[in-house]
């Protein structure tokens, strides 16, 4: 708990801070990203791909371990996800 707050930490009044992408993910996957990923924008960008591509806990871990967000490449003109 203590990772996710320091990850998502609330903001000054209190209120919870936004969860992109892992808000949507049972907290398995949760605790995977915060074990996994130190870097923010990575672990927010494999969040919002577990829900987008309805991915279970062992491969979310997968691809995480396997390194898809440094072997995904993005078409020139788009934006990355």
Do not use: C, K
């Not at 398995?28 to 924008?41: A, S």
């Amino acid at each position: 708990m203590r990772r996710f707050e320091a990850a998502y930490p609330p903001h000054d009044d209190g209120t919870p801070a936004p969860l992109p992408g892992a808000g949507a993910l049972p907290w398995g996957q949760v605790r995977v990203l915060l074990d996994e990923l130190n870097d923010g924008p990575t672990r927010d960008r494999y969040a919002n791909r577990a829900v987008e591509h309805g991915w279970s806990q062992d491969v979310l871990a997968h691809h995480i371990r396997t390194g898809l967000h440094g072997r995904e490449q993005v078409a020139p003109g788009t934006v990355p996800s």
